[in-house]
């Protein structure tokens, strides 16, 4: 079975500075997708970033940029020049690629100070 | 474009009781899903469907039913309700499976269920 850890509950970051969310993921797949998601306080699931196991190169969108370790089972995000916007609870996510079945961290709520 | 809809986005049941949570998308998207986001954790899945007539379970079955007789539509059940089942619930729709989409979930905005 596979497993997501997000070993950070709570992480705080001044704004204009740059942040890192870890993720670690166990599975004996090769073909996966991995996700951060952003929920707000409004409750919504934002899409953040997406990157496929296959691919090495990492994904980047906008501030946010991952550092995809396949070897390692490590996923963790980037986000520069932090905004208060920013301010939510983080999900890292796993999708195995034949079940679409997404199996969720348990979540980093990220703090943007002004 | 409407996404994926959940009514309703409150509801206080009290023990025992019995209701069904919609949700519907305009997508066209063949898989949905059910989650459930209990306070300060990740979300865990309910049950899920790949198509029309095809459910499964998830990893916290228990207590909830679904079917899938339209692409569109993907109700959660719950039967007997107890107060374990005070959650968030969060259903969601994906593309899988078709050529040129991209591999994510969308998701509806939520359902707060207190049960009492």
């Known amino acids: 079975a596979q497993t997501v850890t997000q070993s950070q509950p709570e992480m705080s970051v001044q704004e204009a500075e740059t942040v890192t969310l870890s993720c670690t993921y166990d599975t004996s797949e090769n073909n996966y997708y991995l996700f951060w998601y952003k929920q707000p306080p409004s409750r919504q699931m934002i899409l953040v970033i997406r990157q496929e196991a296959y691919k090495q190169q990492n994904a980047t969108e906008n501030r946010f940029s991952v550092n995809f370790q396949k070897a390692a089972k490590s996923f963790s995000l980037k986000i520069s020049d932090s905004q208060l916007g920013d301010t939510a609870m983080y999900f890292c996510?796993?999708?195995?690629?034949?079940?679409?079945?997404?199996?969720f961290g348990q979540g980093t709520t990220l703090q943007v100070k002004p | 474009n409407a996404g994926v809809t959940q009514t309703p986005k409150f509801r206080i049941l009290k023990i025992g009781q019995s209701m069904t949570l919609q949700c519907a998308q305009d997508m066209n998207h063949n898989y949905m899903y059910w989650y459930r986001q209990d306070p300060g954790m990740g979300l865990k899945l309910i049950y899920y469907s790949v198509g029309a007539g095809i459910t499964d379970k998830g990893e916290v079955p228990n207590g909830y039913n679904v079917s899938r007789s339209t692409t569109e539509d993907f109700p959660l059940r719950l039967e007997l309700a107890a107060p374990s089942q005070t959650s968030v619930y969060f259903c969601?729709?994906?593309?899988?499976?078709?050529?040129?989409?991209?591999?994510?979930?969308?998701f509806g905005q939520g359902t707060r269920l207190t049960v009492v």
């Open positions: 996510a796993f999708m195995k690629s034949n079940t679409g079945k997404l199996i």
């Open positions: 969601a729709s994906s593309p899988i499976g078709r050529a040129g989409m991209n591999t994510e979930a969308f």
